[in-house]
């Protein structure tokens, strides 16, 4: 179900056992092949994907396109809520979707930069609604979920998630490859170990002066289809585990 074709008394009369599911994605440089949209676009997919098997057991709300971006603001066309304003911005969606009876949120997440704010908001609300024993509030990242897409098509190189990479590059060659421009001149940036396993703070141009990390130029619309299947397969089998969840218990 889509919240966005959903009259009010509609929404109200969902059951509130039904996960509500909030796609969280960005609008920021993807390097000078890829559109500023492509974090968007893929969670998009993603999503679309996993509603057609899923179909009225879930509600999606519209996809949230601004995300917390401020690594890649050197780059024109980035769009980007500061860190503690884009967690104000999930504690507020959540505190809304609570208020309207919702007992299962899940924050679906497209971006990297968007993974500790998205995992700080549930862990805030949880705490801001503790006398509460019967909420189910979560954070994932599609990506994150378990796949291995390299392990399902071995001419895949990558076994993570970069940026503007072969997998991005690939999904948007899948989607709309009038989008994708020439790669060919594109040298391999390694995304390196920097200070692993500490967390360095980084913003994207010390990293990758024209924008993107990993190697663009292996990138397939056919690796790109292997992607979104892996991805969305991904996502329904975690939706289902929260469709299946108790209601009260920790495991799920
Ligand atoms: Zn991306």
């Not at 996960?19 to 500023?36: N, T």
């Amino acid at each position: 179900m889509q919240l966005q074709e959903m009259s009010w008394p509609a929404v109200g009369a969902v059951s509130k056992d039904m996960p509500i599911v909030v796609p969280i994605a960005a609008v920021e440089q993807h390097g000078p092949h890829l559109p500023v949209f492509t974090d968007s676009m893929l969670l998009g997919e993603v999503v679309r994907r996993a509603a057609e098997p899923l179909r009225d057991r879930v509600v999606w709300t519209p996809l949230l396109w601004l995300g917390n971006s401020h690594h890649h603001i050197d780059f024109a066309g980035t769009l980007s809520a500061a860190p503690r304003t884009y967690l104000d911005l999930l504690g507020d969606l959540i505190d809304n979707l609570i208020t309207h009876g919702f007992r299962r949120v899940v924050l679906v997440n497209g971006h990297g930069g968007n993974i500790v704010p998205s995992q700080q908001a549930v862990f805030e609300a949880r705490q801001r609604y503790r006398q509460r024993d019967d909420l189910l509030l979560l954070a994932a990242t599609y990506w994150l979920l378990g796949g291995k897409p390299h392990q399902v098509d071995p001419t895949l190189k990558q076994d993570r998630m970069q940026h503007a990479c072969e997998w991005e590059t690939s999904m948007i060659l899948h989607l709309a490859p009038n989008l994708v421009g020439d790669v060919s001149q594109l040298e391999p940036v390694p995304a390196g170990v920097a200070f692993d396993p500490a967390t360095r703070g980084w913003i994207t141009k010390e990293r990758s002066p024209l924008g993107y990390i990993g190697d663009p130029r292996r990138a397939s619309a056919l690796k790109g289809q292997t992607l979104f299947g892996v991805f969305a397969q991904d996502l329904v089998t975690f939706l289902e585990r929260v469709i299946a969840w108790d209601g009260r218990s920790w495991e799920g």
